[in-house]
């Protein structure tokens, strides 16, 4: 009866209306509104909502501009380099073509070429255009590589095929009953089904782990590590290279299990992050 008493009060506070008041400056009548407070701190939620999310897209528009003005700078740069090269390809054969009268008369009488403009070369304003192409070049590739490894090392995709059964965040221990907070989150699967890496790294950890039951941990580098627990058996041994979509282990339900699933963890610089994220590839 308490219990019923309380809930009706929590449900009276929640749809107590609360009066808003628009005052115009003219002599018109105030407008009055009535709202309930649900409504009102339901509003006040979906504009954070809305704020995170506007804010996500804007980093992400960001970031897609900022790798369009590099690539279209660097197709630019190889423009330039294209342009050079048919230069010197188009000096080559008008000398080629001169130097093949083999007698030196005839050279100096068709020599005129030279005068034309077609073979008019500033050598000195070429040899720096080609070392700064060069420059260029080693810079797109410095580039290019670093963006590769910052992408073979950011943890992408399921691990195994299977459906979340428990979210990151706070939840209900099954075996506890306590809350607690959940650092990763729990794939459901049949047992044995194939563990697969989620990015490049090394293996800094296989093997049996108390609570964890038969764990793989991969450190992948620019600060991200990813943890596999649970495991049925295990297919890599520590110090080992793995690549994306590589097969670590196969899913189990050892250590504290209430049955077969994976139990997936991902750390960025030293805490987790929710790998829900990087799942659906919105990281």
């Known amino acids: 009866m308490l219990d019923i008493l309380k809930i009706k009060n929590f449900l009276r506070k929640v749809f107590t209306p609360v ?8 002599k018109t009548e105030p407008l009055n509104f009535k709202v309930p407070f649900i409504g009102i701190f339901t509003i006040v939620i979906l504009c954070c909502f809305g704020i995170v999310y506007i804010s996500i897209i804007a980093v992400n528009t960001y970031e897609y501009y900022r790798m369009k003005n590099k690539l279209n700078y660097y197709s630019q740069q190889f423009t ?5 090269i048919t230069s010197l390809k188009k000096a080559d054969d008008d000398f080629r073509q001169l130097f093949s009268l083999k007698n030196r008369d005839r050279i100096l009488e068709h020599a005129d070429v030279i005068d034309s403009g077609s073979i ?20 797109i590739k410095k580039y290019l590589r670093s963006e590769r490894d910052i992408y073979l090392s950011t943890p992408k995709g399921f691990p195994v095929n299977g459906n979340i059964s428990s979210p990151y965040g706070m939840r209900e221990h099954p075996n506890t009953g306590y809350r607690d907070f959940h650092s990763g989150i729990d794939i459901s699967t049949d047992s044995g089904t194939p563990v697969k890496a989620t990015a490049d790294g090394i293996v800094t950890f296989a093997g049996w782990n108390g609570g964890s039951g038969n764990l793989v941990a991969i450190e992948h580098g620019h600060g991200f590590s990813t943890f596999y627990a649970h495991n049925r058996s295990i297919n890599v041994r520590v110090g080992q290279k793995v690549k994306r979509g590589e097969v670590i282990s196969y899913s189990g339900s050892t250590g504290n299990s209430t049955g077969p699933h994976v139990h997936y963890e991902i750390w960025k610089n030293g805490r987790a992050v929710n790998p829900y994220e990087y799942i659906k590839g919105r990281s």
């Open 80 to 84: 330039e380099l294209n342009s050079t």
């Open 19 to 26: 009066t808003i008041m628009f005052v115009p400056h003219s």
């Open 120 to 139: 008019d070369l500033d050598m000195e304003s070429l040899k720096k255009q080609i070392s700064k192409t060069i420059e260029n070049i080693d810079e």
